[in-house]
């Protein structure tokens, strides 16, 4: 549903040329014509409209979506909340994903000993990029293919399912064992990579860009529902705002207002929206109070020695006190 409000000196001429162009779309249209205004309702499957088309024509003066582009990430089209199944671990509704890891693998003995202390700690999901989008190209990039068999390893030894950021379509070669494919903050707009992955049966971990709206991030994961697989989950982050005291601001409103509009997973890395490790848990809790259904944080055995984001990783044993609390926060709003 759209509707399109008329300026009012336009001719019963022009009205009609526009129907009928807006009928040959295959579209319904209710005229209703006041004193003042003229205003034109679009009924029909009007997510293929360009309103910025019918907005630039002379005679509009306004047009408003009614119905939201995104149909299948909709919770309008979708009431209850949609529940993945992760490696035996369960995302969506009441279920709380914890996931960890380190924000690169590193070696195997460095992965695996995480991998080990995070699984005790309670942790669901190995995080862990072998692909790296890092910000210079001089900074360590990952082991890339390396980097993937080293996470199996780690899956092996622990049983844990395993998530890693795919930077572009010609790695997915190397995802076969993968469980969660990554889609980075940077990628969030790569729609061919979007395209590529909705013709893959497996959950997508899909991070809101630094400087992209809740409805931006809708609409990407859109994208990747559009092509069939409708297994994503959305990633709050943080987003880029003018303080400059942490890394990028968590937006933990994203939550809520990304809940009701969709009936996705949702989220919280609480690492990378404050990059700095002493805050990762007040924001971490908040995620949890405010409703989230998960978080994916950045955890190391080493911070000090980490090839990437050591200052924002929690020891594994940060993250077991941690693991406790969010309990406790999860009960007492029940
Ligand atoms: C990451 O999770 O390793 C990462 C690079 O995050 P983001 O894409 O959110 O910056
Ligand atoms: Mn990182």
Request: proline share 4%.
């Amino acid at each position: 549903m759209m509707i399109v409000v008329l300026k009012k000196n336009s001719t019963t001429e022009q009205r009609a040329d526009l129907i009928e162009w807006i009928k040959s779309l295959g579209l319904d249209v209710h005229l209703s014509e006041g004193k003042f205004q003229t205003i034109l309702g679009l009924i029909g499957d009007t997510a293929s409209i360009d309103t910025e088309l019918i907005e630039g024509l002379a005679i509009v003066e306004k047009v408003t979506r009614i119905t939201e582009q995104f149909k299948k990430a909709n919770r309008k089209f979708h009431d209850d909340d949609s529940v993945f199944d992760v490696g035996g671990a369960k995302i969506g509704d009441g279920n709380f994903m914890l996931i960890a890891g380190p924000c690169s693998v590193e070696n195997e003995e460095q992965i695996c000993e995480i991998a080990e202390r995070v699984k005790k700690a309670g942790a669901h999901m190995l995080r862990g990029g072998a692909f790296k989008p890092r910000t210079s190209p001089y900074d360590f990039q990952g082991l890339h293919a390396d980097g993937i068999e080293l996470l199996l390893k780690a899956k092996k030894l622990t049983g844990l399912p395993i998530v890693t950021e795919l930077m572009d379509i010609s790695q997915l070669k190397y995802f076969d064992d993968v469980d969660v494919i990554q889609v980075g903050a940077r990628n969030m707009q790569n729609m061919e990579l979007l395209k590529a992955l909705g013709r893959e049966n497996k959950p997508v971990l899909l991070k809101r860009g630094l400087a992209n709206t809740v409805k931006e991030l809708l609409m990407s994961a859109e994208y990747i529902m559009a092509g069939g697989n409708e297994q994503v989950i959305l990633c709050e982050r943080g987003i880029r705002t003018f303080e400059t005291a942490t890394r990028n601001t968590l937006d933990i409103s994203a939550v809520p207002v990304l809940q009701e509009l969709s009936h996705l997973p949702v989220i919280i890395d609480p690492s990378h929206a404050c990059g700095i490790a002493r805050y990762v848990r007040p924001l971490t809790l908040a995620a949890a109070a405010a409703g989230a259904n998960g978080i994916i944080v950045e955890v190391h055995n080493e911070p000090a020695r980490a090839l990437c984001d050591g200052p924002q990783s929690l020891t594994p044993d940060e993250f077991g006190d941690l693991v406790q609390s969010i309990e406790k926060v999860r009960e007492a709003i029940l």
